[in-house]
């Protein structure tokens, strides 16, 4: 019964990592850029919910209203003012800078909260649990959680292919120069794709603020596990990253399971092995 | 009638003034131990290693193209093998030195098998898994200590040498030997077949694929070569602080970062790069340092625009202007008849 | 003489150290059809890739409707109504057809091509209109990238080499259709390397040669011997 248990929380946690990997996906799909600061701004967005919620006096799910939207601007600036003039043949600037942003995000963090670890609190909805058959609980926010991290790669699913802007990002990643001559300008484009990451990082943030404690330090380690959940699903396939996640929550909390040091390291052997049998992961869509 | 003939030479006026004071430092770098005080020496030693950390991952990504930001993952591992082959085989630390290099090459091929399967920015970040990987392996080998760390044993530590100033010094000679070392290794490998190699796969993969270069087993040796000097540096490393964690021996600041931050604003892609960036890096560090946080938010920003700005760091701004090189890699055309004053 | 639609003036271009064109002056006159040929690297790719704004220059190099158009980016010269159908097709792979065209449209200028009017131009399109634009045969793709161009409603559509690779029964298809696109009170520029088939449609002809203008006139007053040696420099 607790390998049942531990399998479905690990389900549930791979919601959390799909979130995660989308946006890495996502702009990596629209302009092959990867995000190296990526887990330091979903760290920022928990901290951001954080002073949201103790400024406000609002309960974390309702702070999501401001920590999205900024998290949308931030993004759109960045991508703009720094990160279009990275991109190009050489896959080094856009690295270095992201590493460079990460930096910086830790260390501002750090200046500003200080190294204590934080946590939000949701209220009641915290405890409460849905009692299901053969004595398994399943706490209700983290179904919660999984339901909206469902609904999120719903959404950019069909924003990326059913959508105007979904069709100038594609446009835009098969072909920049043609895509301009379609009247899209690229800055623009990207700078889109990038608000639309980190708005997914906002809500992202806001979960990991809830679901655990955080410090400025943990975020290198989200970006870890959002790439692996992004390898593991294939290179361009949403749904894959949210099967990716799964398998990452999944293969974490069997670990645990066996022995509580092994929960990360077990993570990243399901993802090895994910690499060693299928390198391209295990839906690939784009290369 | 004067035949025009040429011939090709690699060093210039500049190769060879760099080169006989590249010697008169080095002699007096050996010396310290007799005219440095004991802090000066921990300070320099420090600057080695890194020395030696920033040429290798210049290697790695500015001639090699592999971009990785997990070589913390074979610092860790060095210092872990030193730990454990004097605690557990009762090898000298001196002996263990070469070994923890032999053995972290050894590592290095599965790994490479693996994470060369992924290209570009996801390369970097699998070498960030695995390095996560190795962290949490040794943290689960409790006869190290587990996750809190171990200390190399006092006795251990006498047996290196017969008082405390000798033990220092002959750390800070290794630390001096380990960074020429790895610079001789470096400039030999680059002007080598393998360099030519090289240099042609960092200016067009696709050109030198073309030519029959074969790219996979070039950067396969550049990473295995690598990774050992990494691992016998990061066992130096660990030798002098006589202490060793998880967290410590794998940290991605320490061992990443900082070096990536030498190399960037040194220039990368040239031999020069690293060592201007390590003394820049290492000045910044004497004066800033007490700022803390703001230190390093500092670096971050001075990374992000020189990335920006000055993309080929200090060294490619002063060649571009003056086409000066110190040491001798590429070759240039010569005129014997103008050489001997025809 | 009418101002013309769209000018160059003294157009220069390089790339790196090396110049590509050199004081290029065309004109475009409202409602004509002009005729672009010369040999590979002549420089006329460059030319277009000037024109559209793939690549930027002085301002005032490029003028279209009196206004100074050389500095804009591409999507910006876009949107003052130059459309163009580019060398190789140059669909979006991640796109149906039908998607294709409705990015060719946009940007919302008003005109009278639509989806429904591209469909009747090209019917096979409207068959094939869910399937992925590069699985199409060679000519099919042209259609779509003719009609992508159209979708935008330009007042100038520049066809760069849109017969290179395609069978000679689609390109005389395509030529074929040509008239009924550009009668729409539409100027077209033609860069071909097949010179009888651009002088069949066009009124006035620039021959390039090495990044200059080597030849100009109307097509019906330019002799086979002047054309060839403005061509091949002979």
């Not at chain 2, 605690?87 to 050894?106: D, E, V």
């Not at chain 2, 030519?196 to 950067?219: C, M, P, Q, Y």
């Not at chain 3, 090396?18 to 290029?24: K, T």
């Amino acid at each position: 019964m607790e390998w049942i248990n531990a399998i479905v929380q690990g389900v549930l946690l791979g919601g959390l990592y799909a979130l995660f990997a989308a946006g890495l996906s996502l702009i990596f799909g629209v302009m092959r850029l990867v995000n190296i600061a990526h887990g330091d701004f979903i760290v920022l967005a928990a901290f951001l919910a954080l002073t949201t919620t103790s400024a406000l006096g609002v309960s974390p799910l309702l702070a999501l209203l401001i920590v999205v939207p900024v998290m949308a601007l931030l993004g759109y600036v960045l991508q703009r003012g720094i990160l279009n003039q990275t991109l190009g043949d050489d896959i080094l600037p856009p690295l270095l800078v992201t590493f460079g942003l990460s930096v910086i995000i830790q260390n501002g963090l750090l200046e500003i909260y200080s190294a204590d670890p934080q946590k939000m609190n949701a209220g009641a909805i915290e405890t409460a649990s849905l009692a299901l058959p053969g004595d398994l609980n399943i706490g209700v926010l983290p179904l919660l959680m999984f339901l909206v991290a469902v609904a999120v790669i719903a959404a950019l699913q069909w924003v990326f292919y059913r959508s105007a802007l979904g069709r100038a990002f594609r446009a835009v990643s098969d072909k920049q120069d043609i895509a301009q001559l379609m009247g899209l300008n690229k800055a623009h484009v990207f700078g889109l794709a990038m608000a639309l990451s980190l708005a997914v990082v906002g809500i992202a943030g806001v979960f990991l603020g809830i679901r655990t404690s955080f410090d400025p330090s943990i975020g290198p380690g989200r970006l870890i596990f959002g790439f692996e959940a992004v390898i593991i699903g294939g290179l361009g396939n949403l749904w894959g990253t949210l099967i990716g996640g799964i398998i990452l929550g999944v293969s974490q909390n069997i670990g645990a399971q066996i022995n509580p040091g092994w929960q990360l390291l077990a993570g990243h052997i399901a993802f090895l092995i994910v690499l060693a049998v299928k390198p391209r992961g295990l839906f690939p869509r784009i290369d | 009638m004067t035949t025009a003939t040429y011939s090709i030479s690699r060093s210039s006026p500049a190769t060879r003034i760099a080169a006989l004071a590249g010697f008169l430092v080095l002699a007096a770098l050996v010396a310290a131990p007799w005219w440095a005080g004991r802090a000066d020496m921990r300070l320099l030693s420090e600057i080695f290693l890194y020395l030696s950390l920033a040429c290798l991952w210049n290697l790695l990504a500015g001639y090699a193209g592999l971009v990785s930001v997990g070589q913390q993952a074979f610092v860790g591992f060095g210092g872990y093998m030193l730990f454990a082959l004097a605690i557990f085989a009762g090898l000298s630390p001196l002996a263990a030195i070469p070994i923890a290099g032999l053995l972290g090459a050894l590592v290095a091929v599965p790994v490479a098998f693996l994470i060369f399967r992924l290209r570009g920015a996801y390369f970097a970040i699998g070498t960030w898994v695995i390095a996560e990987v190795f962290r949490l392996s040794f943290a689960q080998v409790s006869s190290l200590g587990g996750g809190s760390g171990t200390s190399l044993p006092v006795a251990i530590v006498r047996s290196m040498a017969s008082s405390r100033s000798m033990r220092e010094a002959t750390t800070y000679w290794l630390a001096l030997g380990m960074a020429v070392l790895v610079l001789a290794v470096i400039y030999l490998l680059l002007r080598s077949r393998n360099g030519l190699a090289l240099t042609a796969i960092r200016d067009s993969e696709v050109a030198s694929n073309s030519f029959g270069i074969d790219i996979w087993r070039h950067k396969f040796i550049v990473y295995v070569v690598t990774a050992g000097l990494t691992a016998s540096t990061g066992a130096l490393i660990f030798l002098q602080k006589l202490r060793i964690s998880p967290d410590a021996a794998f940290s991605v600041n320490d061992w990443t970062a900082f070096v990536i931050f030498i190399v960037v604003i040194g220039g990368i892609g040239t031999l020069e790069g690293p060592i201007i960036g390590v003394i820049v890096f290492f000045l910044l560090r004497e004066t800033l340092a007490d700022l803390g946080t703001t230190y390093l938010l500092l670096l971050g920003l001075v990374a992000i625009v020189v990335m920006l700005k000055a993309p080929r760091g200090i060294w490619g701004f002063v060649k571009d202007r003056t086409g000066l090189e110190l040491f001798p890699l590429s070759r240039r055309v010569v005129d014997e008849n103008q050489k001997n004053g025809k | 003489m009418p101002d013309a639609l769209l000018a160059t003036n003294a157009l220069t271009a390089h790339y790196g150290d090396f110049q590509a064109l050199f004081d290029v002056g065309i004109s475009v006159q409202p409602g004509e059809v002009v005729a672009i040929i010369g040999a590979n690297g002549a420089g006329k790719t460059t030319l277009m890739r000037s024109i559209t704004g793939l690549l930027t220059n002085q301002p005032g190099m490029v003028t279209f409707n009196g206004a100074q158009i050389g500095a804009l980016r591409a999507d910006q010269v876009a949107k003052t109504g130059i459309a163009m159908v580019p060398e190789g097709r140059q669909l979006f792979q991640s796109l149906s057809v039908e998607e294709n065209l409705v990015i060719g449209g946009q940007m919302g200028r008003k005109g009278a091509w639509d989806l429904d009017k591209v469909y009747a131009l090209f019917p096979v399109l409207k068959e094939r209109r869910l399937v992925q634009a590069t699985a199409l045969s060679g000519g099919q793709q042209q259609m779509v990238a003719i009609g992508r161009a159209l979708m935008s409603n330009p007042e100038l559509i520049l066809f760069d080499e849109i017969s290179l690779g395609l069978a000679p029964i689609i390109i005389k298809s395509i030529y074929d259709a040509l008239p009924g696109i550009i009668g729409e009170g539409m100027s077209a520029v033609i860069v071909e390397q097949d010179i009888a088939k651009a002088l069949s449609v066009a009124g006035r002809v620039y021959c390039m040669q090495e990044g200059r203008i080597s030849l100009e006139g109307r097509s019906n007053e330019l002799t086979r011997e002047q054309i060839s040696a403005a061509y091949f420099g002979v």
